[in-house]
Nanobody, 123 residues
Framework: QVQLAEFGGGLVQAGGSLRLSCVAS????????MAWYRQPPGKQREFVAG???????TYADSVKGRFTVSGDSAKNTVYLQMNNLEAEDTAVYYCNVGGSFHSGNYLPNSRSWGQGTLVTVSS
């Protein structure tokens, strides 16, 4: 079972940027796919961005053009670069590795969640 730790959250003004990092206890090259999710206050966890080996990154409509997901196998790390942040992006952000894509949708690995990192965007 892989352990994950997310970093990089914080308080930022609307229009600002943050880069989240997710460090895995095992080399991410072992996994076919990985993704970022978020859980806004009082709402359910939702998909944000996903990346599969050899595939094209996938994004939720609400973040397209603003967020970029990437991975660095040398550092066992998955990143989420977030630009032009909006108040609606306020949430706890989680990464997930070892899931899979089916018909364009990412199915998470239920045994692979970190503790999350809080992003707060002030308007």
């Amino acid at each position: 079972q892989v352990q994950l730790a997310e970093f990089g959250g914080g308080l930022v003004q609307a229009g600002g940027s943050l880069r989240l990092s997710c460090v895995a206890s095992r080399n991410i090259i072992r996994f076919n796919a990985m993704a970022w999710y978020r859980q806004p206050p009082g709402k359910q966890r939702e998909f944000v961005a996903g990346l599969s080996v050899g595939g094209t990154p996938t994004y939720a409509d609400s973040v397209k053009g603003r967020f970029t997901v990437s991975g660095d196998s040398a550092k066992n790390t998955v990143y989420l670069q977030m630009n032009n942040l909006e108040a609606e992006d306020t949430a706890v952000y989680y990464c997930n590795v070892g899931g899979s894509f089916h018909s364009g949708n990412y199915l998470p690995n239920s045994r692979s969640w970190g503790q999350g990192t809080l992003v707060t965007v002030s308007s």
